[in-house]
């Protein structure tokens, strides 16, 4: 997503090339400085049980898809602390470990993702109201019920056997 105003004095920016990166950056001429392109960082998460035998999809907003638990990253919060809030928030589990897998750049909301898998202590979700539904499923179980083509099963995919393979439509 370009910036065409500059984000502290409302300003027109022009592209000018910057040495130090490379490529062209905008340039705000009344404040003398370049800005850097803002977007959103969220977090999604393959929730696994304590042996690491199941996972745990949610069903969010009256979709009927499986999908990952996820959430953005507050101003002031690290990723990792986002990633147990969230599922603390939604599911009302406690992370025991967490680790981070793989980023990704999500075009359609601007938004980088990063993917942890979050190992948590009980295995009875009590969830808030923005899941519908949730159900615990092998790892084999839940690839075949997260939903196809997203970024969800791409990250899901990808946390257990190395390969990312992202959806075009996330890339533009």
């Not at 499923?137 to 257990?160: D, M, Q, T, W």
Request: charged share 25%.
């Amino acid at each position: 997503m370009e910036m065409n105003y500059c984000t502290q004095c409302g300003g027109k920016l022009e592209l000018r090339f910057h040495e130090g990166e490379g490529r062209l950056i905008p340039w705000c001429e009344s404040c003398g400085a370049y800005r850097y392109p803002i977007f959103n960082t969220a977090v999604s998460m393959v929730v696994m049980d304590e042996k690491k035998e199941k996972v745990l999809l949610i069903r969010q907003y009256g979709r009927p898809a499986y999908v990952l638990v996820a959430g953005y990253v507050n101003q002031g919060e690290d990723a990792e602390d986002a990633a147990a809030r969230e599922i603390r928030e939604e599911l009302d589990l406690t992370v025991s470990s967490l680790h981070f897998n793989h980023s990704h750049y999500f075009a359609p909301s601007n938004t980088l993702m990063l993917n942890f898998t979050a190992t948590v202590k009980e295995d009875q979700p009590r969830p808030n109201r923005e899941v519908d539904d949730w159900a615990w499923f092998s790892v084999e179980e839940a690839k075949a019920h997260i939903k196809p083509g997203s970024l969800a099963e791409a990250f899901l995919r990808g946390s257990f056997d190395g390969n990312y393979v992202f959806p075009e439509r996330s890339r533009k």
